[in-house]
Protein backbone atom coordinates (compact mmCIF):
# COMPACT_ATOMS: atom_id res chain seq x y z
CA UNK A 1 0.00 0.00 0.00
CA UNK A 2 1.43 3.57 -0.78
CA UNK A 3 -0.11 6.59 1.21
CA UNK A 4 -0.98 9.61 -1.57
CA UNK A 5 0.21 12.73 -1.15
CA UNK A 6 -2.02 14.18 1.83
CA UNK A 7 -2.23 10.77 3.97
CA UNK A 8 1.82 10.91 3.37
CA UNK A 9 1.87 14.82 5.02
CA UNK A 10 -0.71 13.72 7.80
CA UNK A 11 1.88 10.48 8.36
CA UNK A 12 4.68 13.06 8.80
CA UNK A 13 2.57 15.09 11.24
CA UNK A 14 1.64 12.47 13.25
CA UNK A 15 5.17 10.71 13.16
CA UNK A 16 6.69 14.08 14.21
CA UNK A 17 3.59 14.73 17.08
CA UNK A 18 4.63 11.70 18.64
CA UNK A 19 8.68 12.48 18.26
CA UNK A 20 8.27 15.39 20.26
CA UNK A 21 6.13 14.15 22.81
CA UNK A 22 8.42 11.06 23.56
CA UNK A 23 11.42 13.28 23.39
CA UNK A 24 9.97 15.36 26.01
CA UNK A 25 8.66 12.69 28.25
CA UNK A 26 12.06 11.41 27.92
CA UNK A 27 14.22 15.17 28.77
CA UNK A 28 11.58 14.48 32.02
CA UNK A 29 12.49 11.34 33.04
CA UNK A 30 16.15 11.93 32.35
CA UNK A 31 15.25 15.42 34.62
CA UNK A 32 13.82 13.37 37.67
CA UNK A 33 16.89 11.02 37.14
CA UNK A 34 19.64 13.63 37.57
CA UNK A 35 17.75 15.51 40.18
CA UNK A 36 17.68 12.08 42.54
CA UNK A 37 20.68 10.52 42.11
CA UNK A 38 22.90 10.27 44.65
CA UNK A 39 26.35 8.81 45.82
CA UNK A 40 26.78 5.35 46.18
CA UNK A 41 28.03 5.38 49.62
CA UNK A 42 25.62 8.12 51.16
CA UNK A 43 21.57 8.02 51.15
CA UNK A 44 19.70 10.81 51.71
CA UNK A 45 16.44 11.15 52.18
CA UNK A 46 15.71 14.99 51.01
CA UNK A 47 16.86 13.84 47.48
CA UNK A 48 14.18 11.75 46.78
CA UNK A 49 10.64 13.60 47.36
CA UNK A 50 8.27 11.80 48.46
CA UNK A 51 4.32 12.44 46.73
CA UNK A 52 1.47 14.48 48.74
CA UNK A 53 -1.30 12.76 50.47
CA UNK A 54 -3.68 13.99 48.21
CA UNK A 55 -1.64 12.65 44.94
CA UNK A 56 -1.37 9.20 46.08
CA UNK A 57 -5.36 9.94 47.39
CA UNK A 58 -6.06 10.47 43.45
CA UNK A 59 -3.47 7.87 42.23
CA UNK A 60 -5.42 5.03 44.38
CA UNK A 61 -9.07 5.97 43.26
CA UNK A 62 -7.29 6.43 39.25
CA UNK A 63 -6.77 2.50 40.08
CA UNK A 64 -9.48 2.15 41.53
CA UNK A 65 -12.05 2.73 38.49
CA UNK A 66 -9.53 1.60 35.45
CA UNK A 67 -9.60 -2.02 37.56
CA UNK A 68 -13.55 -1.75 38.08
CA UNK A 69 -13.77 -0.46 33.97
CA UNK A 70 -11.72 -3.55 33.02
CA UNK A 71 -13.93 -6.31 35.06
CA UNK A 72 -16.54 -4.19 33.06
CA UNK A 73 -15.68 -5.19 29.84
Known amino acids: MKPTCE ?3 K ?3 W ?3 LRRHWN ?3 G ?4 WLN ?3 CQVDRCSLI ?3 LPSKEKILALNT ?3 LARKYDLMT
Open 7 to 9: QSV
Open 62 to 64: AHK
Open 47 to 49: SCS
Open 35 to 37: RTR
Open 11 to 13: IDY
Open 15 to 17: LEL
Open 28 to 31: QRLD
Open 24 to 26: YAL
